[in-house]
């Protein structure tokens, strides 16, 4: 039998089906216009070709707890908006995530059936632990990981409001 801390550095797939377009979920993935609507509600700036950088800046929220400027940092690796985007994903939260391996995260958009899309968030985490417990909204006091940044997504594409609004 894994322990928790096994199971959390495995790859993690999630899936969501959004009352939305493709083009309206990569929209709010990728414009930093749409990144502070939803999730953490960090700002992102990305350069969306191969080899681009991608820079998830900390909220006053997160800097106000000793976090740096930027709280993610990664590299485009392939794009065909609108339906993949895969980069690696730098976590800098502090020093123990800062010091772990690059991961991997990928999106793809898929029509699921007339108005619906499907998005599977994809991220590998072998060699981050403790990013991968963070992700996957198992540790304390960490905001929920993927599952709510993507619930929140959901909500605010087919509401037009976050789940705390």
Known sequence: MSTMAER?????TYQVYIKATPE????????????VEYGYRGQVDYD?????????????????RGAP??????EILEVD??????????????EA????????????IEDSHPGVTKLTLTHALDGAPILAEFVSGAMPNTGGGWPFVLSDLKTLLETRRPLGG
Do not use: K
């Open 97 to 108: 995530t800062g010091a772990e391996a690059s991961t991997r995260l990928s999106f793809e």
């Open 24 to 35: 309206a979920i990569w929209d709010a993935l990728t414009n930093a216009e749409r990144t």
């Open 8 to 12: 959390a550095t495995a790859t993690q």
């Open 48 to 64: 969306l070709r191969p080899g681009g950088a991608y820079i998830a800046y900390a909220t006053e929220e997160m800097l106000s």
């Open 81 to 94: 908006a609108p339906r993949r985007l895969v980069q690696t994903w730098d976590a800098r939260f502090d």
């Open 69 to 74: 400027d930027a709280v993610i940092e990664g």
